[in-house]
């Protein structure tokens, strides 16, 4: 660990209001939004790899789901049809 807990929390939120405001951009179907939400997701996914240290079933949980984030904006982002 780089920190204690406490600066691990801050490091947490920060990239949590990062992937909030992605989200928002990306039901707005802005342009930008699908790459920051790409960019936003790998990194709390490394987070949650060095924060495994201190919770090791919640971080390995929210890592896979970061994982699976990045996998639907890359590979399903783009379309439109069907809307």
């Not at 987070?47 to 996998?71: G, M, N, R």
């Amino acid at each position: 660990m780089f920190s204690d807990l406490k600066t691990w929390g801050w490091i947490v939120l920060m990239i949590g209001v990062l992937e909030n405001t992605a989200a928002l951009g990306i039901w707005a179907r802005s342009s930008w939004a699908r790459w920051t939400g790409v960019f936003v997701a790998s990194l709390n996914a490394i987070a949650q790899l060095l924060f495994i240290a201190a919770f090791p079933l919640l971080s390995l949980a929210i890592f896979t789901l970061d994982v699976l984030v990045v996998y639907g904006l890359i590979a399903h982002g783009g379309r439109t049809e069907g809307v």
